[in-house]
């Protein structure tokens, strides 16, 4: 059984906080469903996405995975997002502060 997104969420912002970064839901998705996109700032200010991967990288255990996506700038950013809301506008964005986004999504290659 799949984890609803809000406590995907809960559980994302958790972590973090506990492991002394920052976190911040920045759009509210579908609670049950909603799909998450995963803003990660390093502390130098680069920007990463990380989206729901494709149906191709299900993990078995009902568990989210992430993959990452080439943005070229903010303008990119805000593009990508304009787009994820005129086909699906339930999805969420996350924002978490660090270096290792591995240690809190599981990200999986391209």
Known sequence: ???TSDLFV???LRRVFADGGFAA??????????AIF???R???GE?????????????DDGGRRFMREALAD???LERRLARE?????DFWVVEIETAAPETYLDIVDG
């Not at 839901?25 to 909603?34: C, I, L």
């Not at 809301?85 to 506008?89: E, G, S």
């Open 1 to 3: 059984m799949r984890v």
């Open 74 to 76: 903010a303008d990119a």
């Open 38 to 40: 995963v803003l990660v």
């Open 10 to 12: 809960s559980q994302l």
């Open 42 to 44: 390093a502390r130098d």
């Open 85 to 89: 809301a005129r086909f699906d506008p």
């Open 47 to 59: 920007v990463t996405l990380f989206s729901p991967a494709s149906q191709t990288h299900s993990a």
């Open 25 to 34: 839901v920045e759009r509210h998705g579908a609670e049950a469903a909603g």
